[in-house]
């Protein structure tokens, strides 16, 4: 009773119930209240259900049933404030308390929030800003079959193995070429997991006195993936085949193969045929397409070329009620490969291979970078803008990219060979602009084939990049950062005749993003884009006067392309919210014996006193 006694006087001392005006301890009204603008980040595909991402809306019950797992995301800051428990009187919250061993109380949730999140950053508008945030911020092999039977699932589970049917009646997983351990030879065979995305790259190596039967191997031939198996659409089928009993033969099994609903054949539409000396790609199909014209390698012994072999191969996999197969697409890429020309090539021929999914739902489908907030390795979405202000997104095109050299390191001036810009990952590439003798006087002709190289087919000053991962095309610009440039002083005259003065050799592309949202869960925005570019001397090796003019007289020009990401984030407020104040109300004259004096909030001092002095008596 004593203790509860003096507790009541300790608040009354500390917090008398007049409490002035002007007090200076008054929680800042200033701090910004920005939203928590990351609801649900695995959602990135617009339109369409991400595997075991339990917070998109737009899967359903039966999509849901097949998710191995949710997706967690962050949203509280675990332990990190303690105080002594000695200053707790009640706890009231939601949260049970914890006393660790060295008698301090910690919190679980902070619910302070603008220490929670970031302070926003405002999109760069003027090329000062620009300098000024800059400047703060400078598969193995398979196993050995048991005795055991295979089990199979129920059904088919993200990532579970994806199963097909031989005539001869044996199951197993669908496989694609992929590297191995040490090397990048196709040796190994990696399984193709239901609904996981995946893509591989590796090369088969072809004798150095090539026959046919390097033409035919099963790595060239299209029907090897296309007609040699079937694939089951829904695992039922296994278990539906086990119990039958009355499968004795192989013409049993081939009637199974041949007219088994549950049973898939692989669909090819068309075909690419690259041009092996310009990499060019047509495309071959309609009404007099037929896949049986394309699906065997041919070999001309003459002149040692394999006709129509397979170098690239994507399955595009429909699914429909979660986990059932619908369709399988197979989209093939075919070439002649001059098996003579291989050996500055370690005769070394190079495979593709690709597995994407989609839903048959009749929704368009958008590709994210990240819901809000970019992820790393994502490419940097960009649209370009019209004569008439209006923003144009090219979902064929929709990054912003580098140059990318060729085989032979000059830069290649494909757009669909230039390499993109992913999020967070600071680059550099390299390639040489090769000029003929025909245009050592024209400096301006030279400049464009620089920037051709450097910037692409389209003016840079056209660009506008997405903030978010989650752009919105229908929006208005305000979602989007117009790319600015620095330095692009381009070169139109000679200089003493003999070389061109200044002429754009470089581009670093600088890219300011800033964190928002709880610091737990942030989300990177991009605020500027600023491409800065470079320039040097071009000096000819062969003058008018020094040499023959020769159209055929070459020369290389050397150009390099950087990529960096500067974090322009506010720094999070390091501060504690001031405590909400105790007032207890208690009549005038409760405390009347103890002070002679008639103004209430005198009593503080003479009554911690009289405190003191009936404390030190009874003890």
């Not at 539906?240 to 499968?247: A, D, E, F, V």
């Not at 040489?432 to 400049?447: D, G, M, P, R, Y």
């Not at 990049?465 to 330095?487: H, I, L, R």
């Not at 928002?516 to 000819?540: A, C, E, H, M, W």
């Amino acid at each position: 009773m004593l203790f509860i006694f003096n507790a009541i006087l300790f608040l009354i001392v500390i917090h008398p119930s007049n409490t002035s005006s002007n007090n200076t301890n008054s929680v800042n009204t200033d701090a910004p209240t920005i939203q928590d603008v990351a609801s649900c980040t695995c959602d990135l595909t617009a339109g369409s259900c991400d595997v075991n991402c339990c917070c998109d809306k737009e899967c359903s019950s039966e999509d849901k049933a097949v998710f191995s797992t949710c997706i967690e995301t962050a949203e509280y800051t675990a332990i990190k404030y303690c105080i002594s428990d000695f200053s707790i009187f009640q706890d009231n919250s939601e949260f049970s308390a914890v006393n660790l061993a060295n008698n301090l109380l910690c919190l679980f949730k902070d619910n302070y929030e603008e220490r929670n999140k970031y302070y926003d950053v405002s999109p760069v508008s003027s090329a000062s800003e620009f300098e000024y945030l800059i400047q703060q911020q400078t598969s193995a092999s398979p196993e050995t079959p048991g005795t055991e039977a295979v089990s199979f699932p129920a059904k088919y589970l993200y990532d579970a193995p994806i199963y097909t049917f031989i005539e001869n009646g044996a199951i197993s997983p669908m496989t694609l070429p992929s590297t191995g351990f040490s090397s990048s030879e196709c040796n190994f065979y990696n399984t193709i997991g239901y609904y996981k995305q995946s893509s591989s790259s590796c090369y088969e190596i072809v004798s150095t006195s090539p026959a046919e039967s390097d033409c035919t191997t099963t790595s060239f031939s299209l029907e090897s993936y296309v007609n040699s198996f079937k694939v089951i659409k829904e695992t039922s089928f296994v278990e539906s085949l086990r119990s039958t009993t009355n499968i004795s033969n192989t013409t049993q099994l081939a009637e199974i193969f041949e007219n088994n609903t549950s049973l898939l054949s692989i669909v090819v539409e068309k075909v690419q045929i690259k041009d092996p000396t310009t990499g060019f790609i047509s495309t071959v199909e309609g009404v007099n397409f037929s896949v049986t014209d394309y699906l065997t390698p041919t070999f001309n012994a003459s002149t040692s070329v394999c006709q129509n072999a397979l170098i690239d191969l994507t399955y595009q996999i429909d699914t429909v009620s979660g986990s059932v197969i619908s369709r399988i697409v197979a989209l093939p890429t075919l070439s002649n490969i001059d098996f003579t020309q291989l050996a500055s090539q370690q005769n070394r021929v190079w495979h593709s291979f690709a597995v994407t999914f989609t839903s048959n739902a009749n929704t368009k489908i958008t590709e994210r970078s990240g819901n809000p907030g970019y992820l790393i390795g994502k490419g940097l979405i960009k649209s370009t803008i019209s004569t008439d202000n209006v923003l144009s997104f090219n979902s064929l095109d929709p990054y912003l990219t580098v140059l990318k050299s060729s085989a032979d390191g000059s830069c290649s001036i494909d757009p669909s060979s230039r390499q993109p810009i992913t999020f967070g990952e600071n680059m550099q590439t390299s390639c040489f602009v090769e000029i003929t003798s025909s245009l050592s006087n024209q400096c301006a002709a030279i400049q464009n084939q620089t920037l051709l190289a450097l910037e692409g087919v389209v003016d840079v000053t056209k660009y506008y990049v997405a903030k978010f991962g989650n752009y919105d095309e229908a929006k208005s610009n305000g979602d989007w950062v117009q790319v600015t440039t620095k330095d692009r002083i381009l070169s139109e005259n000679m200089v003493d005749g003999l070389s061109c003065n200044p002429i754009i050799n470089g581009l670093t592309i600088n890219i300011l993003y800033a964190n928002v949202g709880r610091i737990t869960n942030p989300q990177p925005k991009i605020v500027g884009v600023q491409y800065d570019y470079s320039s040097g001397r071009l000096s000819f090796n062969c003058g008018a006067f020094n040499c023959i003019q020769s159209a055929t007289l070459k020369q290389r020009i050397p150009i390099t392309t950087f990529v960096t990401f500067v974090d322009v984030s506010n720094p999070v407020e390091d501060s504690i919210k001031y405590p909400s104040k105790i007032r207890i109300n208690l009549p005038l004259d409760f405390f009347a014996p103890f002070y002679s004096h008639s103004t209430l909030a005198s009593c503080s001092i003479p009554l911690f006193f009289v405190l003191v002095i009936y404390n030190f008596l009874i003890c």
